[in-house]
């Protein structure tokens, strides 16, 4: 992966600060096995590809006003692939972990996870502790990856927790509502996604965010993800500018 560089990133005067931008934008990272495919060679070598990708994009939201950035890298179904790719994309989270680790918090990145652990190996959630504790204190783009997530599956979490809660009287059920529940899903800490973004032409979101992107915008890209480029998120980012959007509400 490129060098490290020590330049922050900073959101104070994005080149581009649309308010009307998308403040959270979350990306289905797919295509990347169709993309080594069409080279002729083995899916890890997108996923390698796919992964140098996400410095570009990471580096650029400040000039298109984006503050939250969710990217999509395994989900709780990925575990249906074969042996080979999936120790293949473990061990690809672990280099890209501790390879990135130093860019991203000399950069301003502040680095969360979201997903359920508990099936990581033991190494990989180290550093991925480490990484989210490198860079708590910054706050120039908060990046948040989706590793072994799965929609349901963080439903079903947060339900236990807050069933839990219950049992032991910490909450009543009369308080379980539209503000409470999502206190216990992993995201708890990041604003809903306005704009979702999937690569490779597919038109679905996989289980990606279901309850977070009740009225998030989405676009869907034929690119495949290791062709994403920054200046097709700006083109999105743009776009997204131009809808109206009403929650529900008529237009006034
Ligand atoms: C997305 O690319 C990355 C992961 C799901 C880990 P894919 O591996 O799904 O690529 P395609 O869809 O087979 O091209
Ligand atoms: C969604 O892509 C998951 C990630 C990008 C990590 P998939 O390739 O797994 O989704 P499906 O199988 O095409 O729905
Ligand atoms: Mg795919």
């Known amino acids: 992966m490129a060098s490290v560089s020590n330049t922050s990133i900073d959101t104070a005067e994005p080149e581009e600060q649309a308010s009307s931008g998308p403040r959270h934008v979350a990306i289905i990272m797919d295509g990347n096995g169709r993309w080594a495919q069409a080279r002729g060679r083995p899916r890890l070598f997108g996923h390698h590809a796919g992964a140098r990708r996400v410095r570009e994009i990471v580096e650029c ?63 990989l959630v180290q550093l991925m502790d480490e990484l989210e504790h490198e860079t708590e204190a910054n706050e120039g783009i908060h990046l948040t990856i989706a590793l072994n997530y799965g929609g349901r599956d963080e439903v079903a979490r947060a339900t236990k927790r807050l069933a839990q809660d219950v049992a032991s009287g910490q909450l009543s059920p009369e308080d379980v509502n539209e503000e409470t529940l999502p206190r216990y899903l992993d995201t708890h800490v990041l604003p809903d996604p306005d704009l ?19 009225y998030a915008e989405y676009e869907f890209t034929d690119t495949l993800w290791p062709d994403f480029t920054s200046e097709e998120l700006g083109r999105l980012c743009r776009k997204f500018g131009s809808r109206e959007r009403r929650f529900g509400a008529v237009s006034t």
């Open 196 to 214: 979702v973004i999937r690569t490779s032409g597919e038109a679905r979101i996989s289980n990606f965010l279901l309850w977070q992107s009740a």
């Open 61 to 123: 939201c400040p000039q298109y006003g984006v503050k939250y950035l969710t990217i999509f890298a395994f989900s709780t179904e990925n575990w249906k692939r074969t042996q080979v790719e999936i120790s293949g994309l473990m061990s690809l989270f672990r280099r890209y972990i501790s390879k990135e680790m130093k860019a991203l918090a000399l950069r301003n990145v502040r680095v969360r996870f979201i997903g359920d652990r508990l099936r990581l190996d033991a190494k």
